[in-house]
């Protein structure tokens, strides 16, 4: 485990493609990856691409984000992007509702939340909101869309291809496991 040294930045590490297809890496050799970067306090939660980390408070977060890129490129042979959200971040998106207790309630279908590389812009959320049905709620705010899907992903008739064409590359996880994140690894005051 690597030692703190100065003031350090806690921040969750969305990975993107980890675990599917051949893209298998164990817990403990992504956990040691990470730590041979340099970062300290590495966790992951579960097998599913969630790292959660410190690093140089100093650095900018896509620094940090460009950094984990390039040494899990580096270390597995392949491309993996990364959603780097602070600890404050992590707690917001945990908190967020954007879909009222009734609807929630109503569906058989698990609320999810898609990291975005960036904000999209007034016109592209609009047409992405546009893709919205009855069954299939969406939301955005900030660099997250929020979906609750009337049931299974797989039988949703929303235009996933479409959202992807328009706000381009992101990672999707269960709101569960991101609420579950945040209470497990940022409750603290971290920063």
């Given at each position: 485990?690597?030692?703190?040294?100065?003031?350090?930045?806690?921040?969750a590490a969305f990975l993107r493609g980890i675990?599917?297809?051949?893209?298998?890496?164990?817990?403990?050799?992504?956990?040691?990856?990470?730590?041979?970067?340099?970062?300290?306090?590495?966790?992951?939660?579960?097998?599913?691409?969630?790292?959660?980390?410190?690093?140089?408070?100093?650095?900018?977060?896509?620094?940090?984000?460009?950094?984990?890129?390039?040494?899990?490129?580096?270390?597995?042979?392949?491309?993996?992007?990364?959603?780097?959200?602070?600890?404050?971040?992590?707690?917001?998106?945990?908190?967020?509702?954007?879909?009222?207790?009734?609807q929630l309630e109503a569906s058989a279908g698990?609320?999810?939340?898609?990291?975005?590389?960036?904000?999209?812009?007034?016109?592209?959320?609009?047409?992405?909101?546009?893709?919205?049905?009855?069954?299939?709620?969406?939301?955005?705010?900030?660099?997250?869309?929020?979906?609750?899907?009337?049931?299974?992903?797989?039988?949703?008739?929303?235009?996933?291809?479409?959202?992807?064409?328009?706000?381009?590359?992101?990672?999707?996880?269960?709101?569960?496991?991101?609420?579950?994140?945040?209470?497990?690894h940022f409750a603290a005051k971290a920063s």
């Amino acid at each position: 485990m690597t030692r703190r040294v100065g003031r350090m930045a806690r921040y969750a590490a969305f990975l993107r493609g980890i675990n599917i297809g051949n893209r298998r890496v164990k817990n403990d050799a992504l956990r040691l990856c990470c730590e041979e970067m340099g970062f300290a306090e590495v966790a992951i939660f579960r097998a599913s691409g969630n790292v959660i980390l410190d690093a140089d408070g100093k650095a900018k977060a896509e620094e940090v984000a460009a950094r984990i890129e390039a040494g899990l490129a580096d270390s597995l042979g392949f491309d993996v992007p990364v959603f780097l959200r602070s600890a404050a971040q992590v707690r917001a998106i945990a908190r967020h509702q954007p879909f009222e207790q009734g609807q929630l309630e109503a569906s058989a279908g698990k609320a999810q939340i898609s990291l975005l590389a960036k904000p999209p812009g007034a016109a592209t959320r609009k047409k992405v909101l546009a893709l919205a049905t009855a069954e299939d709620r969406l939301a955005i705010r900030g660099r997250e869309l929020y979906w609750l899907p009337a049931g299974n992903m797989s039988d949703s008739e929303l235009d996933l291809k479409q959202i992807g064409v328009l706000l381009g590359p992101s990672t999707m996880r269960i709101k569960g496991t991101i609420e579950q994140i945040a209470a497990k690894h940022f409750a603290a005051k971290a920063s």
